[in-house]
């Protein structure tokens, strides 16, 4: 028997949801959602201007609202931002009709990727520690995931490989 279930991708900002997602996406001849450019589309504005002018609140009431019916597709693809599935709803809907893969990567990794970046309006004024705790806090929720794929020792293309050998062996089959 064949599943529609979605390869759903979580994991910490930067560490590669988006691009690895579209990249296999393509290579599984499949639809992809990046559910921050859904975002972005619905309140036509930017992440970034989303937290400025509404704050996070407002942008995390309009995540779910997406998240979830994006998590209601089958057959996708779907990135999700960093902090969707810290959501008790989120978390409750994925395990219905997905697979949830975690990109793991140290925190350094991590804090040396995104720390210099100023679109992310959730870390920008944190300091290296803040972040560690932030990373630290997350990763008891990641862990919920039905898979954690360490990425440190990988380069994109072994990523991409492994995401869609669990696609093809352990989600398709299931
Ligand atoms: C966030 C991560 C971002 C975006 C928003 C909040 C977070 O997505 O949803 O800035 O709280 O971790 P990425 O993980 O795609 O950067």
């Known amino acids: 028997m064949t599943s529609n279930k979605n390869l759903v991708l979580i994991g910490m900002m930067g560490s590669g949801k988006s691009t690895v997602g579209g990249e296999l996406a393509q290579k599984l001849k499949l639809?992809?959602?990046?559910?921050?450019?859904?975002?972005?589309k619905l309140e036509?504005?930017?992440?970034?201007?989303?937290?400025?002018?509404?704050?996070?609140?407002?942008?995390?009431?309009?995540?779910?609202?997406?998240?979830?019916?994006?998590?209601?597709?089958?057959?996708?693809?779907?990135?999700?931002?960093?902090?969707?599935?810290?959501n008790n709803e989120v978390r409750k809907y994925s395990k219905k009709k997905c697979f949830v893969i975690?990109?793991?990567?140290?925190?350094?990794?991590?804090?040396n990727r995104i720390s210099k970046?100023?679109?992310?309006?959730?870390?920008?004024?944190?300091?290296?520690?803040?972040l560690h705790n932030l990373i630290n806090d997350?990763?008891?929720?990641?862990?919920?995931?039905?898979?954690?794929?360490n990425c440190e020792s990988l380069n994109k293309?072994?990523?991409?490989?492994?995401l869609k050998f669990?696609?093809?062996?352990?989600i398709t089959k299931s």
């Open 31 to 40: 639809g992809f959602i990046d559910t921050d450019k859904e975002i972005e």
């Open 44 to 86: 036509k504005k930017t992440i970034k201007k989303i937290f400025d002018i509404n704050g996070e609140d407002y942008f995390r009431k309009i995540e779910e609202k997406i998240v979830l019916d994006k998590l209601n597709l089958s057959k996708k693809i779907i990135a999700l931002g960093g902090g969707s599935y810290l």
């Open 102 to 111: 975690w990109l793991h990567w140290e925190n350094d990794t991590l804090i």
């Open 117 to 130: 970046n100023k679109k992310r309006p959730k870390i920008v004024n944190l300091s290296k520690r803040e």
């Open 138 to 149: 997350r990763n008891l929720v990641y862990k919920q995931a039905d898979f954690k794929l």
């Open 157 to 162: 293309s072994q990523i991409i490989e492994k």
């Open 166 to 170: 669990i696609y093809e062996n352990k």
